[in-house]
C-alpha cells in the first residue's frame, strides 16, 4: 500500500513538473513581467470571471499600446502583442473566485495601476514583478494540479489569454 502512495506521488510530481516546463516555454516566448493574484469581492461565476480579466488586459492593452492594438500590430505581421497571461482559477476558502497568473506584455504599466483598477472593477489583487526560476512557475502550476488534470472528468482550470 506504502508502494502505491510513493508512485502517486512521484507522478503527481513528474505531472507538475511538465506542466512548469510548458509554463516556462510560454515564458521563453512571450516573457513575463508580472506574478499576480486577483480575487473576487463578490461570488462571482467562472464565465464572468474570465470576462472581468479580459476587460483589465483590454484596458491596459488600450493605454499601453492604443485604441486600436489589435489590428495595428496584425498589420505590422507581429503574432504576439499586448497583455498575454497563464490563468489558473481557483476558489478560495469562503467561496470566491481566485486567479493565480503570470502576465507578460505590460510593457512598463504600473503594477499599482493595475491594482486600482481591479480594486474598483471586482476586488483585490497583488501584482509582484515576476522573477525567472524564483518559484512561481511552480506556484501556478500547483493550482493547475488542484483541478486533478489527470481525471478525465477533472483538469486544471488553466487559461491562456493574449497572443
Partial sequence: ??????????????????????????????GFDWYSTWTFRDDTHPESAVKALRRLHHIINRRVYGVRYWKRNAALGSDVYGVSSVVCIERQQRGVLHFHSLDAGTRGFRRLDAMDIWYKMAGIARVFPFERNGGAEKYVAKYVMKGKPWESRGGGELYLFGS
Avoid at 12 to 27: A, C, G, P
Wanted: proline share 0%; no cysteine.
Fill in 1 to 30: 500500500m506504502a508502494g502505491e502512495r510513493g508512485k502517486a506521488y512521484r507522478n503527481f510530481e513528474s505531472i507538475q513538473h511538465n506542466w512548469v516546463q510548458f509554463i516556462r516555454s510560454l515564458d521563453a516566448k512571450a
